[in-house]
T-cell receptor
Framework: DAGVIQSPRHEVTEMGQEVTLRCKPI?????LFWYRQTMMRGLELLIY????????DSGMPEDRFSAKMPNASFSTLKIQPSEPRDSAVYFC?????????????FGPGTRLTVL | AQSVTQPDIHITVSEGASLELRCNYS??????LFWYVQSPGQGLQLLLK??????LVQGIKGFEAEFKRSQSSFNLRKPSVHWSDAAEYFC????????????FGAGTRLFVKA
């Protein structure tokens, strides 16, 4: 398996622009997580899905952030409009169904820079 | 409340010396405990995990961790550190409660000096 795939790996954009980050989880994994990592706040869970359904989005910072999972093999995290304080590394992770194992498998991350 | 505390923001050890990274957790049920490593510019990689059974667990790259329920700790150890171990290490706790979320600590950055 190729592991969790994220694209793009790097994104540089200007304030006010829309940004879309993409994630392909490991095939067969039922859970998908979006995290944000910054020096100041560490690793923060933004939202997670179970079987394509959003379960907990309490970590989404504000309405400018939205996430979707239209099918089991694809998810997006969108920021509109983007702001400089959104600059961070965004990780996607997937996990098999709970009860079998609780290990998360992380993608390589997308480094977002908002100018 | 569920939480993970890594008391050391950064640690410096000499190559060949032993290493112990501390982790304390708070979890309302039986915890699943993890250690992840993140090399610069990379995602997180699982080093080891504890679900049940033997409280001393072995992981990849020569790491081990010991679960001590009485101390709510899950410290990571390695008997002899290599320069390639320089990275950031995250302790995490999860389980079948709290919506199956995994809570990560703030991380400990390990520096290895020659």
């Amino acid at each position: 398996d190729a592991g969790v795939i994220q694209s793009p790996r790097h994104e540089v954009t200007e304030m006010g622009q829309e940004v879309t980050l993409r994630c392909k989880p490991i095939s067969g994994h039922d859970y998908l997580f979006w995290y944000r990592q910054t020096m100041m706040r560490g690793l923060e869970l933004l939202i997670y899905f179970n079987n394509n359904v959003p379960i907990d989005d309490s970590g989404m910072p504000e309405d400018r952030f939205s996430a979707k999972m239209p099918n089991a093999s694809f998810s997006t995290l969108k920021i509109q409009p983007s702001e400089p304080r959104d600059s961070a590394v965004y990780f996607c992770a997937s996990r098999p169904a709970a009860g079998i194992t609780d290990t998360q498998y992380f993608g390589p991350g997308t480094r977002l820079t908002v100018l | 409340a569920q939480s993970v505390t890594q008391p050391d923001i950064h640690i410096t050890v000499s190559e060949g010396a032993s290493l112990e990274l501390r982790c304390n957790y708070s979890y309302g049920a039986t915890p699943y405990l993890f250690w992840y490593v993140q090399s610069p510019g990379q995602g997180l990689q699982l080093l080891l995990k504890y679900f049940s059974g033997d409280t001393l667990v072995q992981g990849i790259k020569g790491f081990e961790a010991e679960f001590k329920r009485s101390q709510s700790s899950f410290n990571l150890r390695k008997p002899s550190v290599h320069w390639s171990d320089a990275a950031e290490y995250f302790c995490a706790v999860g389980g079948n409660t709290g919506g199956f979320k995994t809570i990560f600590g703030a991380g400990t950055r390990l520096f290895v000096k020659a």
